[in-house]
């Protein structure tokens, strides 16, 4: 245990010192960007089995200037044991189409399929997670040049449980490995978030993020720095 513990100790030293290196809003060079991701959401956990979730999620982009994209998205978890579940994800997104001739908002669906698995170490709980990720615009076929943008995504986070302190911290890293007709293609982006939940009672809490994302595997990888704050209720079902 003590060297699963030291293991993981330098796992989160390295992630922290890479953290710390891109952390920061300097905005040096054109292909950089700060962004505001804002989210309102209901949880519903009927039993310690099955939960529900709605969101309305609204970005900022070009320095928090305009609107990049709004979307509704509905998600359910199974908790097939006390550490790994699975769940489904749906989205509908208005995205914001603001260069070449044809501008405005496109209507556009995206549906993920997760499996995450948690475990405890002393005060230290980790958390991964796999998805299968599918985007397309809504309207256009294949013969129109739409096709489907799909991802793997793997993501570590960890959180620490101060005793008597409501301000836990968070951090997660996450990489976005693409496919291309049909087959896993490469690596193409990373995030850094670091972040913490305010716990509001029993119902509710008040999340606050820094998130940094960077292309990798292109000549001028974007680079974006997010704020993001979201507040979430949560209805649980009584027990009798």
Known sequence: MELIRKGY???????????????????????SDLQSWNTLGLEYEPNK???FGLEQ?????ENMSEISEYFTQLETKYAITKKFDIGLGLRYIRENDNEGDVQGYENHFRFNVDA????????????????YQNKNELGISTSEGDYAKQ??????AVEYDFDKWKL???????????????????????????????KIKNFAKLGVQYRYEKGINVDMPQTTHIIGLKYTYTIKNKKK
């Open 49 to 51: 089995k099955w939960s």
């Open 57 to 61: 999620q609204l970005r900022l982009d």
């Open 116 to 131: 995450s698995y948690k475990h405890k170490i002393n005060n230290l709980e980790l958390k991964y997670r796999l998805r």
């Open 9 to 31: 100790t330098a796992h989160m030293v390295l992630l922290a010192t890479l953290m710390a290196s891109t952390f920061g809003f300097s905005q040096t060079g054109d292909n």
């Open 168 to 198: 836990d911290p968070k951090f997660s890293a996450e990489i976005f490995n693409r496919f291309k007709n049909g087959d896993v293609d490469q690596y193409n982006k990373y995030r850094l978030t670091f972040g913490t939940d305010y």
């Open 151 to 156: 991802y793997l995504r793997l993501k570590a």
